[in-house]
């Protein structure tokens, strides 16, 4: 009776197993790769990606459609991105056949001095309230693309974002759930309700929700510009609601942000050019990584396998004890990024690795020289658009100015309060940055652009694709849904010191042998719910003319093309 009773539930299992099966592919991908000859759109919300290729379709250009989708996503996506937060982006531009990298973070307070902090006995910067706010740097970045490669005005551009937004859209499961859960603790601060909780409670799935503030908002930025947002009366609104809250962000502080155009910088990785922006972001630790694991045949030692995971967190570990050591803002100091990236320094840190043994802590290199959203977007013309954007903590800061309908980002909490540290908070100062968008090239033609989210996962994310693709022969699409794993618990920007080795986190797809074995190495393994980011990707392909797209299935992600 007892098996008879069972083999119901047995045969359901077997059922359920054999529909993920796949004809083609690896096991693990959720689904094939998108193709399409004129254009390709993928981000982290169908509606986004809907957004980004109808302005594609419409005659748009890669970073029209960019724009447009991340305004959608500050909509559809409030605890990820929006207005309140910053933008990084690399661009390829076909006309000149050159690599930009847009740095639009914004700098600390003017008012707030390093003194406050220690007078009040703080040890680090709170995570919310008006003391981790920053100036947020996306609106001038999406202006500074829009009039350096821009084609199409801003006010069509932002148009399908302010009827969404006017009119409502069906919230996601996953977005219902993080907005419900951050609600639980941002709905103390002023105008959290009135934006996010307008009948009372956080959206459900499948609720329409409206927000009729940041409709307003965008149809002032798209008629008066980027000045309306940091000098007019949008930045007055903000600097009188954070004056209101107790904080220090004042109208002089938005008036005066820009945003930066930089050099990026590459390593080549077995032939191919990996392309990051220089600090104050931390993509240089995906660069330092590859590095590192360029000594190693990892292609022999196979992918999930001991070894491999092995080298990779020790590689991890050395580059993320540079990473808090010296990643920072540039203008206030001399990081040696040449050094830090070179394949001579990778060499020496190297020689550190035990691949017996698991590290417990590693110092950092001794250098003479002194939630958040991913998309990528590619036209017809060969523009590629690689961009990432945040607020930090999911939905920022909590500070929600009154009747603007956005959350300010919290990026001032990554600062240092140890005098003397490269990230100690200073005026007018941008923070230690997460979010780094990424390119790569062969040959000096465009190949991939790619990025995923994730706080400290992202640099570990970023050298995960690049190794699936170019050492275990992926395709895109496979490269992101194959299992990941983070290593946590090295030290930290904000001063925190690395103890016993941290804990590698793995992800559901990794044999227990393998896991046996890294115990066996000395590494604490554990497992995290929804910790390994979110991936988006677009490969041209020149000799069949063509792009392949990819996204993901840990977030609501869509890649389509036409």
């Given at each position: 009776?007892?098996?008879?009773?069972?083999?119901?539930?047995?045969?359901?299992?077997?059922?359920?197993?054999?529909?993920?099966?796949?004809?083609?592919?690896?096991?693990?991908?959720?689904?094939?790769?998108?193709?399409?000859?004129?254009?390709?759109?993928?981000?982290?919300?169908?509606?986004?990606?809907?957004?980004?290729?109808?302005?594609?379709?419409?005659?748009?250009?890669?970073?029209?459609?960019?724009?447009?989708?991340?305004?959608?996503?500050?909509?559809?996506?409030?605890?990820?991105?929006?207005?309140?937060?910053?933008?990084?982006?690399?661009?390829?531009?076909?006309?000149?056949?050159?690599?930009?990298?847009?740095?639009?973070?914004?700098?600390?307070?003017?008012?707030?001095?390093?003194?406050?902090?220690?007078?009040?006995?703080?040890?680090?910067?709170?995570?919310?309230?008006?003391?981790?706010?920053?100036?947020?740097?996306?609106?001038?970045?999406?202006?500074?693309?829009?009039?350096?490669?821009?084609?199409?005005?801003?006010?069509?551009?932002?148009?399908?974002?302010?009827?969404?937004?006017?009119?409502?859209?069906?919230?996601?499961?996953?977005?219902?759930?993080?907005?419900?859960?951050?609600?639980?603790?941002?709905?103390?601060?002023?105008?959290?309700?009135?934006?996010?909780?307008?009948?009372?409670?956080?959206?459900?799935?499948?609720?329409?929700?409206?927000?009729?503030?940041?409709?307003?908002?965008?149809?002032?930025?798209?008629?008066?510009?980027?000045?309306?947002?940091?000098?007019?009366?949008?930045?007055?609104?903000?600097?009188?609601?954070?004056?209101?809250?107790?904080?220090?962000?004042?109208?002089?502080?938005?008036?005066?942000?820009?945003?930066?155009?930089?050099?990026?910088?590459?390593?080549?990785?077995?032939?191919?050019?990996?392309?990051?922006?220089?600090?104050?972001?931390?993509?240089?630790?995906?660069?330092?990584?590859?590095?590192?694991?360029?000594?190693?045949?990892?292609?022999?030692?196979?992918?999930?396998?001991?070894?491999?995971?092995?080298?990779?967190?020790?590689?991890?570990?050395?580059?993320?004890?540079?990473?808090?050591?010296?990643?920072?803002?540039?203008?206030?100091?001399?990081?040696?990024?040449?050094?830090?990236?070179?394949?001579?320094?990778?060499?020496?840190?190297?020689?550190?690795?035990?691949?017996?043994?698991?590290?417990?802590?590693?110092p950092a290199g001794n250098l003479r020289d002194g939630d958040t959203i991913y998309m990528t977007v590619a036209d017809k013309d060969g523009n590629m658009v690689s961009l990432i954007q945040s607020n930090f903590r999911g939905m920022g800061s909590g500070m929600t100015p009154t009747g603007l309908g956005f959350i300010l980002q919290d990026r001032g909490e990554l600062f240092a309060l140890e005098e003397g540290h490269f990230n100690v908070y200073e005026p007018n100062k941008r923070p230690f940055h997460t979010i780094i968008?990424?390119?790569?090239?062969?040959?000096?033609?465009?190949?991939?652009?790619?990025?995923?989210?994730?706080?400290?996962?992202?640099?570990?994310?970023?050298?995960?694709?690049?190794?699936?693709?170019?050492?275990?022969?992926?395709?895109?699409?496979?490269?992101?849904?194959?299992?990941?794993?983070?290593?946590?618990?090295?030290?930290?920007?904000?001063?925190?010191?690395?103890?016993?080795?941290?804990?590698?986190?793995?992800?559901?797809?990794?044999?227990?042998?393998?896991?046996?074995?890294?115990?066996?190495?000395?590494?604490?393994?554990?497992?995290?719910?929804?910790?390994?980011?979110?991936?988006?990707?677009?490969?041209?392909?020149?000799?069949?003319?063509?792009?392949?797209?990819?996204?993901?299935?840990?977030?609501?992600?869509?890649?389509?093309?036409?």
């Amino acid at each position: 009776m007892k098996i008879l009773t069972l083999l119901p539930c047995l045969l359901l299992s077997v059922t359920i197993l054999s529909a993920q099966d796949r004809v083609t592919g690896k096991q693990f991908a959720t689904r094939s790769e998108v193709i399409a000859q004129h254009g390709m759109v993928a981000t982290s919300q169908p509606l986004a990606t809907q957004v980004g290729l109808d302005m594609l379709k419409s005659g748009g250009n890669a970073i029209d459609a960019a724009i447009a989708a991340n305004a959608m996503l500050g909509l559809v996506e409030p605890t990820g991105n929006g207005i309140g937060g910053d933008l990084f982006a690399i661009i390829w531009d076909a006309k000149t056949q050159k690599l930009y990298g847009l740095n639009a973070s914004g700098r600390s307070p003017v008012a707030l001095k390093l003194d406050y902090f220690v007078k009040n006995k703080m040890e680090k910067i709170p995570s919310h309230g008006p003391l981790p706010v920053s100036v947020p740097g996306c609106v001038d970045g999406w202006y500074e693309m829009h009039n350096k490669f821009g084609s199409m005005s801003m006010a069509d551009i932002l148009k399908p974002t302010i009827d969404y937004a006017n009119n409502g859209f069906p919230v996601s499961e996953l977005i219902a759930y993080y907005i419900q859960r951050s609600a639980g603790f941002l709905s103390k601060f002023d105008g959290f309700k009135e934006t996010f909780m307008p009948d009372g409670h956080a959206p459900e799935k499948g609720e329409i929700f409206k927000n009729p503030y940041l409709a307003t908002t965008l149809e002032k930025i798209a008629k008066g510009g980027r000045d309306e947002f940091y000098a007019g009366e949008i930045a007055r609104t903000i600097a009188r609601y954070m004056k209101e809250q107790g904080g220090f962000l004042s109208y002089e502080d938005l008036a005066n942000h820009k945003s930066e155009w930089v050099e990026p910088v590459s390593t080549n990785y077995r032939g191919y050019d990996v392309w990051e922006l220089p600090p104050n972001g931390q993509g240089i630790a995906a660069l330092q990584m590859l590095n590192i694991l360029e000594g190693f045949d990892i292609e022999s030692m196979g992918f999930g396998s001991t070894e491999y995971i092995h080298a990779f967190t020790e590689a991890k570990k050395l580059a993320y004890e540079d990473r808090a050591r010296f990643y920072a803002d540039m203008d206030f100091n001399q990081v040696p990024v040449a050094r830090l990236i070179s394949k001579e320094y990778a060499r020496e840190r190297s020689k550190l690795i035990d691949l017996s043994r698991a590290g417990r802590s590693y110092p950092a290199g001794n250098l003479r020289d002194g939630d958040t959203i991913y998309m990528t977007v590619a036209d017809k013309d060969g523009n590629m658009v690689s961009l990432i954007q945040s607020n930090f903590r999911g939905m920022g800061s909590g500070m929600t100015p009154t009747g603007l309908g956005f959350i300010l980002q919290d990026r001032g909490e990554l600062f240092a309060l140890e005098e003397g540290h490269f990230n100690v908070y200073e005026p007018n100062k941008r923070p230690f940055h997460t979010i780094i968008p990424a390119f790569i090239t062969k040959d000096g033609k465009p190949w991939i652009s790619f990025g995923l989210m994730g706080g400290a996962m992202q640099p570990q994310g970023h050298v995960q694709v690049v190794v699936n693709i170019i050492d275990f022969g992926m395709n895109l699409q496979e490269a992101g849904d194959a299992p990941r794993m983070q290593h946590l618990g090295s030290s930290q920007p904000t001063g925190e010191k690395m103890t016993n080795g941290g804990t590698l986190y793995l992800e559901d797809g990794f044999d227990y042998e393998v896991i046996r074995g890294l115990m066996r190495k000395g590494h604490k393994v554990s497992w995290a719910n929804g910790a390994y980011g979110g991936y988006q990707a677009i490969m041209w392909d020149e000799e069949k003319g063509v792009y392949f797209g990819a996204s993901e299935s840990r977030k609501d992600g869509q890649a389509a093309g036409y």
